[in-house]
């Protein structure tokens, strides 16, 4: 299995993930119940000046009210934070990828959108290259099947719709589609701050030569040093650590580097 | 008041990220001007070219504008201070594997695959940059600090001298070039946090004796 990240150079990759509604990031729990956290500029400017090394923005009702990103936040958030931006939600077509790297995104996060029109995949792929296009997915553990061999299926649409499809197949078929990275959301996991979804996240990072990004269920600087050194990502989701209302007590992204760092032996990037 | 600061010109076209090093530059209160055509480089004192993506994709965009000839004008000819970034160090060599693009060709050497190394495919993440030249656009460089890379092709300039930093990803591999009034980053300066600005910050307002050494 390539990309542990101790043998490439490459440091372990600590990202927020803020889920936007009305330009202000909301935390859920397995999907749902999201509760307010704060302005997304000043909840980014924050992460940011404590070391964050990545954003990713989901518009989740963008899609749901057919209708483009919201571009003004994304602006914002990009003129004053100086790490890469991923957005997701509401991105339907070419035109809508130009516009949110116009407003100082790099990558695109694709999601239901993928799963219903997989070309979408492809294109954005051969205009603005493998790099920009995250294949994201919501997972969930279901009895093993013919249908499904990995024992996890695909789900659209907030976690709300199964597709019968297997997760491993997906991803498979998303790095030959042409994504960059995969993004790997555990939606047994969201927001339990229990842990990742280890065996998902590993039997992904060993389907497909991409970076593989863990998602859902971080609670403790110990769970992300568990998705790099044992499921074998590249980088991992870590919000409600950061800034969930759910949790007892928030750790900075300095201090969570400085654990992976220390009793891990994982390499970081420190500001 | 007059202002004499240089005026930065950033490339914009079709696929690149121009808008990252306009909020960039404009939070490091760089007077700088969006290029959508060689006829607007009047007035610019340095130029940017950003990239994201492929090699033949920015260079079919930037030949449809007129660029390569415009640029060879201002930057070979001129020494007008340039800095490349990502694909915009990548399309500074002759030619690239990548859809095998012919390239600007101001760079004797070729872009390569990271194909044959143990490694995920694309880079993507933060490595080290270890400075090997003497270039003052790298000066002031922390040893071994952090930059955002993004890409799945490299540059093997055939000119060890153009070579500024290396960093290693399954193989040791150039991250900058600077040849006098040249220089280029194949990590994204503009998306590095604290230390890629810092080095914007130095290419947009050193003075230009100081920065382009002859």
Redo the contacts between chains.
Sequence with gaps: MPGLNVATGLTTRLIACFDIIDGRVTKARRFEDNIDVGDAAEVAASVYADGIDEIIFYDILASAQRRQADLSTIRKVAETVFVPLTVGGGVRSLEDMHAVLAAGAEKISLDSMAVRNPSIITEGSAEFGRQCIVQSMQVKRVPVTGEIPSGYEVFIDGARQATGMDAIVWARRGEELGAGEICVNSIDQDGTHEGYDLEITRQIAEAVNLPVIASGGAGSAEHAAAAFTEAGASAAIVSSLLYSPRMERTVPVGEIKAELAKRYGLPVRLV | MQDDRPVVGVIDY??G?S??VV??L??LGVPNRLLTSPAQLDGIDRIILPG???AG?TMTYLSEAGWPEALHARVIEGRTPFLGICVGLQVLFESSEEQDATCLGWLPGTVRAFNGA???????????VHRTSTHPFLAGLPEAG?F?????YYADPADAGDVAAT????LPFTSAVARGNIMATQF?T?????L??DLLERFAKTPQEELCPA
């Design positions: 079709r696929t990220n808008q990252s909020h960039a404009n939070f994201v993506g492929s994709t143990d490694v995920r495919v694309p880079q993507m993440g933060w490595n080290q952090h955002y890379f993004v890409n799945s960093t290693e990803y399954g994204h503009e998306k590095s946090g604290p890629g600005l």
